[in-house]
Each structure stands twice: as structure tokens, then as C-alpha cells.
């Protein structure tokens, strides 16, 4: 044969060379912000910017609209929630202006000097503006708070106290009273905020055929009553008793620990019905555990309030929310999103703890099907000693098994099972 046809016949072979590996990307959201991940070829991680060219105007309106209005606005709002909130900040604007006046006139009334009372008034005000700095602060929060509104009800009242403390005290040491009032009112304006946000899911947990209106203003009325009552004691001990700030420094810890105390017994007696971390893995630790499922009444007493985020072994020790970067290694990731096609969560067993990652439009339903398998692996890695991929795989098996009878349970026991609460805001999307 020439070398012509050798030539040829080279030419014709066809190419064994396999055709590179796709990248592996994803995009996760948190606190309204989006960012591609991507594995390079060399196994680096790459994190860009989704919509990076953005103009300045339209990332400073979007910022402020991420920062005071709800998130997926206006979608997430009914009609006329923008003309709402236009008046509503005009009436706050003029109610401020209007209290630094009358301060500063009841100052001038008092009768202080021009110059003095001019001073006390611009303390005054920088004062109860550091409340201000409490409530800005604290407003994004909001999520959490959405999570675990019984431990930010009693954690608002700690804070409270605390303000009220440092303003009781505040005549020991007069002349640091800026200082310890504005730190009060900062306090204050943190447990104001936190109060209100979860006035409305701990009223609504009460609420039965529509009746949500006149449960909160049934509500605001026996607070009202009380309050009135209180400034009466109040009263009444500022005269004798505590007359005296030596008075003051007895009866007022004994009243903050009466306050914090009630607001305790308040928040276990709350049978809240959405789905969070803690009640989620209450609920399958005690399926696993008696086949029962409890409903919201009889599951209220078993919250953590003070350490809501602590770990339940006889769940499976689950931990939610943590970056996907943060949870699977670059080699890893395909395989332990394969491990369970078509679901919308990932998890990964580990030594101490197991990490589930959820999508972003993971549902109660999503998260209590992770939460199982996750939960049934546990117990099988640790009556069997089998891998962890055995283990994931047994437990999903055994998932798919129950969760039908599972689910429908656990509607029919009034858990709301539509969307799960983890407070953190951090999801996938691949």
C-alpha cells in the first residue's frame, strides 16, 4: 500500500477522545441576592454576580425596596399596599417633627434656661433617636423572626427589661445619663420591632374561620385594660415603696423576672402550625420514635424557646440553611444531587450533623421528605454500621414508603404544610 492510502485510511479513523465533562454550576439565592457558583476545570470554585450590569439608579431602587418592603413586592402584597405605605411614612415624618417640638417646648416650659434647655433638648432627641437605630436594625431580622416567633417574643421583653433597667439606674450615675438612656432606647427600639413583627403569626396560630381581626383587637383591648392597671401599681409604688431608687433597685428585678416569666408561659401555651428546623425535626422524632404525630396543641410544650437551633439527635441531627458550597466539595456535588433525582433538596451525612440544602421552591412537604430520609439513614447507619450512601439510600426507601400516610396525617392534625420557615434565606437553584 503507498503512502497515500495509508494517509487516508489514518484519516478516516475515527476519534476516541471523550468530549470534556460539562460544568458544574448552580445559582443560590440569599437575602434577595444571586449568585452563579461554577466548578472550573482545575476543581476551582468561581462566584460571579447574576445581572452584575445592573445601572447604579436601578441597584440603589432595588436596595431600598429589598430593605423596606416585603420581599417579592409587589407581587407578594395585595392592591394598594404602595399608596399605604406612601401615607404612612408622611404620617411618621410629621408625627417625629412634631415630638421634637413639643419636647423642646415642654423643656422651655419647664423653665430651663434658653441655652441649657436648647442642649437637654438636642440630648432628648438623640436619645429617643437611638431607638430609632434599634428599630432599623432589628428590621432585618424579619425572617427569622417568621421562623422562630416564640423565642423573638420572649428575647423582645428581655430586651425591654434591659432598657427599662439602665433607665432606672440612670440617676446613680447622672452624668452619663446620654450615654445609658441612649443605650436603653436602643435596646427598646430592638424589642419594639421584634414585638410587633411577631405579634401577628403568634395571634394567627389562635385564629379559627376567619376570625383574625377580632382575635387581635379582642387582644390589643386586654392589653390595654392591663396596662392602665399597671400604670395604676405603678403609681402607687413610685409614692412609697420605691420613692426612693434604693426602692427602685429591689421591686424592679423582681417585676422584670415577674414579666419575663409570663411572657414564657405565653409563648408555650402558642400552638403555632407552620412548619420550622425545630418543630419539623420534633415532629419526626417522634414519629420515628411511637408512629404517632402530634398535633400543634400537643407538640407547643416540647419547643426549645430559649435554644431553638440546638440539634435533635433522634431526627437525625439535621442542620438546614447552610451555603451549598459550604456543604459539598467540588468532586462531590453531581453525585449527591443524583442521589436523589427529581427531589428539591440535597443532603449530606457528616460526622456530627446532617446538612440539607433545599431549593428555592421547596415546600413544608419537600423539607419533611428530606427531613425523613435524613432521619431513617441515622438510624439505620447507626443500627447497622452501613456507609453513609447506604444509609441515605435505605432511609429514602423507607421514606418513600410512609410518607403518603405520613403527610395526609399530618394536614388532618392542622399542620400547615405549604411552605417551610427556616429563617435563613439561603436556597439553591440548579
Not at 466548578?39 to 445581572?51: A, C, K, N, P, Q
Not at 416569666?261 to 418543630?279: F, K
Request: net charge neutral.
Amino acid at each position: 500500500m503507498n503512502l497515500l492510502g495509508i494517509f487516508k485510511m489514518q484519516k478516516k479513523k475515527p476519534d476516541d477522545t471523550p468530549p470534556p465533562p460539562p460544568p458544574v454550576y448552580w445559582i443560590e439565592t440569599s437575602d434577595s441576592m444571586s449568585h452563579h457558583f461554577q466548578f472550573e476545570s482545575d476543581g476551582h470554585l468561581s462566584v460571579t454576580l447574576v445581572d452584575d450590569s445592573r445601572p447604579a439608579s436601578r441597584r440603589i431602587v432595588e436596595s431600598f425596596l429589598n430593605k423596606f418592603f416585603p420581599s417579592g413586592y409587589p407581587y407578594s402584597v395585595n392592591e394598594g399596599y404602595l399608596r399605604y405605605t406612601q401615607f404612612r411614612a408622611l404620617q411618621h415624618f410629621s408625627s417625629a417633627t412634631l415630638s421634637v417640638l413639643s419636647t423642646q417646648s415642654l423643656l422651655f416650659a419647664a423653665g430651663l434656661r434658653p441655652t441649657p434647655a436648647q442642649a437637654t433638648a438636642v440630648s432628648w432627641i438623640l436619645k429617643d433617636g437611638m431607638q430609632h437605630v434599634g428599630k432599623l436594625i432589628c428590621s432585618n431580622l424579619g425572617a427569622r423572626m417568621d421562623s422562630e416567633p416564640k423565642s423573638w417574643r420572649l428575647l423582645a421583653d428581655v430586651l425591654y427589661d434591659f432598657g427599662t433597667g439602665l433607665e432606672v439606674i440612670s440617676p446613680l450615675c447622672p452624668h452619663l445619663f446620654l450615654e445609658m438612656a441612649g443605650l436603653g432606647n436602643f435596646a427598646k427600639g430592638m424589642a419594639v420591632v421584634a414585638a410587633r413583627a411577631t405579634r401577628l403569626p403568634i395571634y394567627s396560630s389562635f385564629a379559627k374561620e376567619g376570625n383574625l381581626s377580632d382575635l387581635f383587637a379582642k387582644g390589643e383591648a386586654i392589653s390595654t385594660l392591663f396596662n392602665v392597671l399597671g400604670i395604676g401599681a405603678g403609681i402607687q409604688l413610685a409614692s412609697t415603696v420605691c420613692s426612693s431608687t434604693q426602692g427602685k433597685l429591689v421591686v424592679g428585678p423582681l417585676l422584670s423576672l415577674m414579666h419575663v416569666y409570663c411572657v414564657r408561659e405565653e409563648m408555650r401555651a402558642t400552638p403555632v402550625n407552620t412548619l420550622n428546623p425545630q418543630r419539623t425535626a420534633l415532629i419526626v422524632a417522634e414519629f420515628l420514635k411511637s408512629g404517632r404525630i402530634s398535633s400543634p396543641a400537643d407538640l407547643r410544650y416540647q419547643e426549645d424557646i430559649l435554644f431553638p437551633g440546638r440539634l435533635i439527635e433522634e431526627a437525625g441531627s439535621v442542620k438546614v440553611g447552610r451555603p451549598l458550597h459550604k456543604v459539598c466539595k467540588p468532586s462531590e456535588l453531581q453525585k449527591v444531587k443524583e442521589k436523589f433525582p427529581g427531589e428539591k433538596f440535597i443532603l449530606n451525612r457528616g460526622s456530627k450533623c446532617t446538612d440539607m440544602v433545599l431549593e428555592r421552591s421547596a415546600t413544608g412537604e419537600d423539607a419533611l421528605r428530606g427531613w425523613l430520609v435524613a432521619a431513617y439513614a441515622a438510624e439505620v447507619a447507626k443500627s447497622f454500621h452501613v456507609p453513609s450512601e447506604n444509609a441515605l439510600e435505605e432511609g429514602y426507601s423507607r421514606m418513600s414508603d410512609v410518607f403518603s400516610p405520613f403527610i395526609s396525617e399530618l394536614q388532618a392534625k392542622g399542620w400547615h404544610t405549604d411552605r417551610f420557615l427556616d429563617g435563613t434565606g439561603c436556597r439553591f437553584a440548579l
